[in-house]
Nanobody, 121 residues
Framework: QVQLVESGGGLVQAGGSLKLSCAAS????????MGWYRQAPGNQRELVAR???????NYADSVKGRFTISRDNAKNTVYLQMNSLKPEDTAVYYC???????????????WGKGTLVTVSS
């Protein structure tokens, strides 16, 4: 089993910054990709940013130029630096990781419990 623990959420004024962290632990042979998703009330969960083991990065159009995803492979940790935050960024942010438990198993998706980010206007 794999556990993902997020931290760094909170309340911030519009234009402010927050940095989210997510650490993976448990039975981990390799992590194919790690990423952040978010879900606002009444909305579906959506991709925010994702980074692969080869450092290939994807961002949602709505956060390009404002958010930066990074990864520390040695610590099995992914970060999301969020700048110029807007009220519409308010959501629960979930960490996701595609993890293989051994050399001959396909990666499985794991999710954190989420951390709330609230941006006030």
């Amino acid at each position: 089993q794999v556990q993902l623990v997020e931290s760094g959420g909170g309340l911030v004024q519009a234009g402010g910054s927050l940095k989210l962290s997510c650490a993976a632990s448990g039975i981990i042979f390799s992590i194919k990709a790690m990423g952040w998703y978010r879900q606002a009330p009444g909305n579906q969960r959506e991709l925010v940013a994702r980074i692969t083991s080869f450092s290939r990065i994807n961002y949602a159009d709505s956060v390009k130029g404002r958010f930066t995803i990074s990864r520390d492979n040695a610590k099995n940790t992914v970060y999301l630096q969020m700048n110029s935050l807007k009220p519409e960024d308010t959501a629960v942010y979930y960490c996701n990781a595609a993890v293989s438990g051994s050399y001959d198993t396909d990666p499985m998706d794991y999710w954190g419990k989420g951390t709330l980010v609230t941006v006030s206007s």
